[in-house]
């Protein structure tokens, strides 16, 4: 007898209640899931958003039925299957790539610390999604969702025509072409807010810190986070509340003041009532004219609800030239590449541009420019060059930059376009969350974004969940 759920724009609670109701399993949603992957990945619009099956995803699945029959289930995220962007770990049958030809072949030893609170949560890792190589630091004019390994990401909304948004690429092109229930994406400056935009979906940018960086694959320590994309607020606060935890081998994981356990405490349709907001023109200054009246309208919507505007602020916009990144790429991947099995024998950043340069037809389409200039730092990250500008990334976009502005205005959060923000919100480490915003008259998707200071991912959510309940702007892609 045929299945007859469906999981087009589906969400966990819908799914949950399915399985309760002894409507749905496990193994049938995730069939259902493989079944959406064939039609639509490598066929038809060819979305190439999923780089890798995990072949054992439907014994897990079947596996996680027999639990809850057994003793119930773990929690919202039993039986629910999700893709990791592939510079995630997973101890298991898939490989960790980062999108790179050199990397083909290199199976993490281990989970990494989220991908182990996932499982532990019940989620089901049904594969690895495409991104742009080396999470877009690899050349530059790489497409985003470029990857030498992985091929082209598209676009669901209009494939060839709509930039897919990256690096997390695949993350995001997978959850709007409804491949999966949400994906957890990477982000240094943009990684995550660009692909929820570019793909009408919610993105959560958190607070670096808040998820554990243990067994992903680095650019920049003092910026990289992984987080959730998903299609509604509340599935994004779901997968947001199973990653958090203190890990004893990244420190940053110590630097949160909260113990907030479940962030859909903070599902609050009047959530913007009372709130200020502020937003700076000189971050949309470079909007289309369709995109900005979209941007527009959202503001008056928020009014509507009770939020007070404060149009415009001040922020700083002369941010450096993030040599940071330079710096902290060369000294994170050689300690990550580390750990790699010594047979692939890409042991460092070295090996990895010779590895490139010896199979330049294949690995090199757009060249290694980044990649090389990182190699020129000595990677012990001792230059003046780099402390001075990592104190001044930290002054800039934290004490004269987003706290500045929240406290000048007496502000709950900062409102942004796309993912417009994120370079102050990156090199300040802060949180951020993008929300649908509606389409532009061809179908392109527009986002909004609410940043705030550190760890108030919660009042993001609030704000982000009362503008989504009213407005209800996704549409899913037409993919036939």
Same mark, same amino acid.
Request: aromatic share 6%.
């Given at each position: 007898m045929k299945n007859s759920f469906m999981i087009n724009e589906t969400t966990i609670n819908d799914i949950q209640q399915a399985m309760e109701n002894g409507n749905l399993t496990a193994k049938k949603l995730t069939a259902l899931y493989l079944e959406q992957i064939a039609k639509y990945n490598q066929q038809g619009p060819k979305i190439n958003a999923v780089l890798e099956i995990n072949p054992d995803a439907l014994f897990i699945a079947e596996s996680l039925d027999l639990e809850r029959q057994q003793k119930g289930p773990r929690g919202p995220l039993h039986g629910i299957p999700l893709l !990791?962007?592939?510079?995630?770990?997973?101890?298991?049958?898939?490989?960790?790539?980062?999108?790179?030809?050199?990397?083909?072949?290199? $199976?993490?030893?281990?989970d990494a610390f989220l991908t182990k609170k996932l499982r532990d949560a019940g989620a089901i890792i049904l594969g690895?999604?495409?991104?742009?190589?080396?999470?877009?630091? =690899?050349?530059? %004019? =790489?497409?985003?969702? $470029?990857s030498s390994h992985g091929g082209?990401?598209?676009?669901? $909304?209009?494939?060839?025509?709509?930039?897919? %948004?990256?690096?997390? /690429?695949?993350?995001?092109?997978?959850?709007?072409?409804?491949?999966?229930? &949400?994906?957890?994406?990477?982000?240094?400056?943009? /990684?995550?807010?660009?692909?929820?935009?570019?793909?009408?979906?919610? &993105?959560?940018? #958190?607070? +670096?810190?808040?998820?554990?960086?243990? &067994?992903?694959?680095?650019?920049?320590?003092?910026?990289? @986070?992984?987080? #959730?994309?998903?299609r509604t +607020?509340?599935?994004?606060?779901?997968?947001?509340?199973? =990653?958090?935890?203190?890990?004893e081998s990244d420190p940053a994981t110590k630097t949160n003041p909260n113990s907030i356990t479940d962030y859909t405490n903070y599902l609050n349709k009047d959530g913007l009532k009372g709130k200020r907001l502020g937003i700076s023109r000189d971050y949309i200054g470079n909007l289309p004219d369709e995109e900005l009246e979209l941007v527009n309208k959202a503001l008056i919507v928020m009014e509507e609800l009770g939020a007070t505007i404060v149009d415009p602020i001040a922020l700083p916009t002369d941010? #450096? +030239? #993030?040599? +940071?990144?330079?710096?902290?790429?060369?000294?994170?991947?050689?300690? $990550?590449?580390?750990?790699?099995?010594?047979?692939?024998? !890409?042991? @460092?950043?070295l090996d990895i541009i010779n590895f490139n340069q010896s199979h330049a037809k294949d690995a090199l389409k757009y060249g290694q420019k980044l990649l090389i200039d990182s190699e020129k730092k000595s990677g @012990?990250?001792?230059?003046?060059e780099y402390i001075n500008d990592r104190l001044k990334d930290l002054r800039l976009s934290q004490d004269e930059g987003i706290d500045m502005?929240?406290?000048?205005?007496?502000?709950?959060?900062?409102?942004?376009?796309?993912?417009?923000?994120?370079s102050i919100a990156a090199k300040a480490g802060y949180p951020s969350i993008t929300v649908p915003a509606g389409y532009t008259s061809d179908g392109k998707p527009v986002g909004i974004t609410f940043t705030g200071s550190a760890f108030t991912e919660g009042q993001l959510i609030e704000l982000a969940y009362s503008y989504e309940q009213t407005t209800k702007h996704r549409k899913a892609p037409v993919l036939d």
């Amino acid at each position: 007898m045929k299945n007859s759920f469906m999981i087009n724009e589906t969400t966990i609670n819908d799914i949950q209640q399915a399985m309760e109701n002894g409507n749905l399993t496990a193994k049938k949603l995730t069939a259902l899931y493989l079944e959406q992957i064939a039609k639509y990945n490598q066929q038809g619009p060819k979305i190439n958003a999923v780089l890798e099956i995990n072949p054992d995803a439907l014994f897990i699945a079947e596996s996680l039925d027999l639990e809850r029959q057994q003793k119930g289930p773990r929690g919202p995220l039993h039986g629910i299957p999700l893709l !990791l962007k592939d510079n995630i770990d997973t101890g298991d049958k898939t490989h960790t790539t980062a999108g790179s030809l050199a990397l083909k072949d290199h $199976y993490a030893k281990e989970d990494a610390f989220l991908t182990k609170k996932l499982r532990d949560a019940g989620a089901i890792i049904l594969g690895k999604s495409n991104l742009t190589e080396f999470a877009n630091f =690899m050349a530059v %004019g =790489m497409p985003n969702g $470029y990857s030498s390994h992985g091929g082209q990401v598209l676009n669901p $909304y209009g494939p060839g025509k709509f930039d897919v %948004g990256g690096s997390s /690429s695949g993350p995001g092109a997978a959850i709007a072409a409804n491949f999966a229930l &949400g994906a957890i994406g990477t982000e240094t400056s943009g /990684s995550i807010l660009s692909p929820a935009s570019s793909n009408s979906l919610v &993105g959560i940018k #958190p607070t +670096v810190g808040l998820i554990s960086r243990t &067994g992903v694959i680095p650019i920049a320590s003092s910026q990289d @986070t992984a987080g #959730p994309l998903a299609r509604t +607020v509340t599935d994004a606060a779901l997968i947001l509340d199973a =990653m958090t935890g203190v890990d004893e081998s990244d420190p940053a994981t110590k630097t949160n003041p909260n113990s907030i356990t479940d962030y859909t405490n903070y599902l609050n349709k009047d959530g913007l009532k009372g709130k200020r907001l502020g937003i700076s023109r000189d971050y949309i200054g470079n909007l289309p004219d369709e995109e900005l009246e979209l941007v527009n309208k959202a503001l008056i919507v928020m009014e509507e609800l009770g939020a007070t505007i404060v149009d415009p602020i001040a922020l700083p916009t002369d941010l #450096p +030239v #993030p040599t +940071v990144l330079f710096h902290e790429f060369k000294n994170g991947l050689n300690a $990550y590449l580390s750990t790699v099995d010594h047979r692939l024998k !890409l042991n @460092t950043l070295l090996d990895i541009i010779n590895f490139n340069q010896s199979h330049a037809k294949d690995a090199l389409k757009y060249g290694q420019k980044l990649l090389i200039d990182s190699e020129k730092k000595s990677g @012990t990250l001792t230059e003046a060059e780099y402390i001075n500008d990592r104190l001044k990334d930290l002054r800039l976009s934290q004490d004269e930059g987003i706290d500045m502005a929240l406290n000048k205005d007496n502000l709950d959060a900062l409102i942004f376009a796309n993912n417009h923000g994120a370079s102050i919100a990156a090199k300040a480490g802060y949180p951020s969350i993008t929300v649908p915003a509606g389409y532009t008259s061809d179908g392109k998707p527009v986002g909004i974004t609410f940043t705030g200071s550190a760890f108030t991912e919660g009042q993001l959510i609030e704000l982000a969940y009362s503008y989504e309940q009213t407005t209800k702007h996704r549409k899913a892609p037409v993919l036939d």
